[in-house]
């Protein structure tokens, strides 16, 4: 028998599931402490926005080259990708048009946060800077897992490549890479470290210091989100997975919240380097810095209650609706236009 047709039985999980449950409380300790390290002076003004000639700071579109260019690239390949799947017949008229309008809105948000002024800001206040991650991963990062891009970048591809990507896809190595990538535990959990090491003082001054650190901040808080919101909002995500979809939203909920408390509640600056670009605008750096982990605190957690909620709607309640089936595979055996795993 080929191997590649039952990958997933040289994938050993169970054991591995309850280590990584284990570990889960240890990680957040340490997280923790972290967060709570103070950053050292060497890095206090290395970020400052502006205010150094007492001239305000300026705040405009900032379209730099390759977040633009990674932007527009994305756009144009799931424009492509999904006009050849309609020219296929390989979705559903609603299911195509649900698609199309969570992946739009989720490339707005995700475009607006990077290139509008928001992002010029949030280098001068933290508020600001709490207001375009939040909305990165709470709300961009869901709807681009709804829009299912994935496959419709695929079918972007030439014939040739989409045959490649599917034999990759099939591939026993990457299928137990994928898996643990999109279980519950791992994908939480990667969430959560970049969550809380990317806050600590030392990490957060650097990333304002420095564009390709601030850069690196930006893909590990998408990615991750990315990952966590599969397990949730994914083709794989059913009644069935319901249980782990509800208790991911319940402790993130909690877990930021708790991180947003010690920012709201800390009697000291974490982030030195807002001092003098919110002084400039005439803000205190300090209750500017309340601000953002009162966004953190209440309305970010607020919205993953929200998606509990949801959830257990979904579990709890008999299922009135059918799934639509996943639409068969591209052309050659690439993966489907949503897949959850490596098509066998």
């Not at 709570?36 to 001239?55: D, K, Q, T, Y």
């Not at 946060?113 to 280098?123: C, E, G, K, R």
């Not at 897992?145 to 034999?167: K, Q, S």
């Not at 408390?261 to 009697?267: G, R, S, V, Y």
């Amino acid at each position: 028998m080929n191997r590649l047709a039952h990958p997933v039985r040289h994938c050993p999980r169970p054991a591995a599931g309850r280590r990584t449950a284990a570990a889960i409380p240890m990680v957040l300790a340490a997280c923790l402490a972290w967060a709570l390290v103070p950053a050292p002076p060497a890095f206090a003004h290395g970020g400052a926005v502006g205010g150094s000639n007492g001239a305000p700071p300026s705040f405009g579109w900032q379209f730099t080259p390759w977040v633009t260019a990674l932007l527009c690239a994305s756009l144009a390949a799931y424009a492509i990708g999904y006009v050849r799947l309609v020219r296929r017949g390989r979705l559903g008229r609603a299911v195509r048009h649900r698609r199309l309008a969570a992946f739009g809105s989720g490339w707005l948000v995700l475009a607006a946060v990077l290139v509008s002024p928001l992002d010029t800001l949030s280098a001068a206040l933290f508020s600001a800077h709490m207001v375009q991650h939040e909305a990165m991963m709470i709300v961009s990062a869901p709807l681009l897992v709804l829009g299912c891009p994935l496959g419709t970048w695929i079918w972007a591809l030439p014939p040739r490549a989409r045959v490649c990507i599917g034999r990759a896809a099939r591939s026993r190595g990457w299928t137990c890479v994928w898996r643990r990538l999109v279980s519950p535990a791992w994908a939480w959990m990667l969430h959560a470290v970049a969550l809380w090491a990317w806050h600590a003082p030392v990490l957060f001054e650097a990333a304002l210091a420095r564009d390709d650190v601030h850069a690196l901040q930006h893909a590990s808080f998408l990615v991750t989100a990315l990952l966590f919101w599969w397990t949730i909002v994914g083709n794989a995500a059913t009644r069935s997975t319901g249980g782990h979809a509800m208790l991911s939203l319940f402790t993130t909920m909690v877990h930021t919240g708790a991180l947003g408390a010690l920012l709201t509640l800390a009697p000291g600056l974490w982030y030195p380097s807002y001092v003098e670009p919110a002084a400039v605008l005439g803000l205190d750096a300090l209750r500017d810095q309340q601000l953002g982990g009162l966004i953190m605190w209440v309305p970010a957690a607020l919205a993953y209650l929200l998606g509990a909620l949801a959830v257990a709607a979904r579990w709890l309640l008999p299922s009135a609706t059918v799934r639509a089936p996943s639409p068969p595979r591209a052309h050659g055996g690439a993966t489907p236009a949503c897949p959850t795993r490596p098509v066998p």
